[in-house]
């Protein structure tokens, strides 16, 4: 298991997407989005569902200015909070859902990756969609 120091004194760390979202930093953000579609392949290559993708719970490095730090044309990111994960369709949603987001299913029924994505690009659309 990884330590995900957060930004310091100018010095580089993690936040999530959430946070980075809100600071409104436009650089990078094709490397980010880039980032976030090829974590969508690779869950669904392994039919594997996340279940809960929104922004709080994917990191992203930044650089002591808040840029994502990119390589390779894609940002630095990692996900947390696997509480739902499993085998597409096989894991359920909690009794414990929040009823104040928008899931792409109810309680109790199936975790599809299909979801993983609706949810990326719901909450990428709502914060990430601002012009410089």
Same mark, same amino acid.
């Given at each position: 298991?990884?330590?995900?120091?957060?930004?310091?004194?100018?010095?580089?760390?993690?936040?999530?997407?959430?946070?980075?979202?809100?600071?409104?930093?436009?650089?990078?953000?094709?490397?980010?989005?880039?980032?976030?579609? %090829?974590? *969508?392949?690779?869950?669904?290559?392994? +039919?594997?569902?996340? #279940? &809960?993708?929104?922004?709080?719970?994917?990191?992203?490095?930044?650089?002591?200015?808040?840029?994502?730090?990119?390589?390779?044309?894609?940002?630095?990111?990692?996900?947390?909070?696997?509480?739902?994960?499993?085998?597409?369709?096989?894991?359920?949603?909690? %009794?414990? *859902?929040?009823?104040?987001?928008?899931? +792409?299913?109810?309680? #109790? &029924?199936?975790?599809?990756?299909?979801?993983?994505?609706?949810?990326?690009?719901?909450?990428?659309?709502?914060?990430?969609?601002?012009?410089?």
């Amino acid at each position: 298991m990884d330590f995900l120091k957060p930004p310091a004194q100018g010095r580089p760390g993690w936040i999530t997407l959430f946070d980075f979202g809100k600071s409104k930093v436009v650089s990078n953000r094709d490397e980010t989005r880039k980032s976030l579609d %090829e974590l *969508l392949h690779a869950l669904k290559s392994q +039919s594997f569902a996340h #279940g &809960d993708l929104r922004s709080n719970n994917i990191l992203i490095r930044v650089d002591g200015q808040g840029a994502p730090q990119v390589s390779d044309g894609t940002a630095h990111i990692r996900v947390v909070d696997f509480d739902w994960a499993g085998t597409s369709g096989e894991v359920r949603y909690p %009794e414990t *859902l929040n009823k104040d987001i928008q899931w +792409s299913a109810s309680i #109790g &029924d199936p975790i599809e990756c299909s979801h993983d994505k609706a949810m990326v690009d719901r909450w990428w659309k709502d914060e990430f969609s601002f012009h410089p």
